[in-house]
């Protein structure tokens, strides 16, 4: 009997009783939370996430929109400019929400990854690097000069 494994004999109830593999780790998961000594911060940090998540399914993230949206046929170098800038403008909304959950939940880490840049979707703060901001900015004089010789 000194061999008796308890977690082996609990999952095999659980299985017997008709509980799969998922749910039983959603259980044995749920039992390690409430034994957590942080297990409050780690409840806000999963309810902010699922709001988060939830957000994003109703909003017109940058996912979504992509979803919803299809490439218009023929579209001019103007239009597609327009169209690529309606994206540029989702990624710095997405940015600006990543920075506040990260500056709020993971001050340390936000630290770090602020002074590199890190949360600066689609751009960067060194002129000289070569990003999508930069280059739909000179998209935008290219477009309209297409536009002007169209």
Do not use: C
Not at 21 to 50: F, G
Not at 83 to 108: C, G, H, K
Not at 112 to 138: C, K, M, P, V
């Amino acid at each position: 009997m000194d061999n008796f494994d308890a977690h082996k004999w609990f999952k095999k109830q659980y299985l017997e009783e008709g509980m799969s593999d998922e749910k039983y780790a959603k259980a044995k998961e749920a039992e390690r939370l409430e034994n957590h000594p942080e297990k409050d911060k780690i409840k806000a940090i999963q309810a902010m996430l699922a709001k988060e998540k939830l957000d994003q399914s109703k909003s017109s993230s940058l996912i979504g929109r992509m979803g919803d949206r299809s490439l218009k046929e023929n579209m001019s170098p103007g239009e597609a400019v327009v169209e690529l800038n309606v994206y540029m403008n989702d990624l710095q909304d997405i940015s600006s929400a990543v920075s506040r959950i990260m500056q709020e939940y993971f001050p340390t880490e936000f630290d770090q990854g602020d002074a590199y840049g890190a949360f600066d979707f689609g751009s960067s703060r060194n002129q000289y690097d070569t990003t999508f901001e930069s280059i739909l900015d000179d998209l935008a004089s290219v477009g309209d000069d297409m536009e002007d010789d169209g």
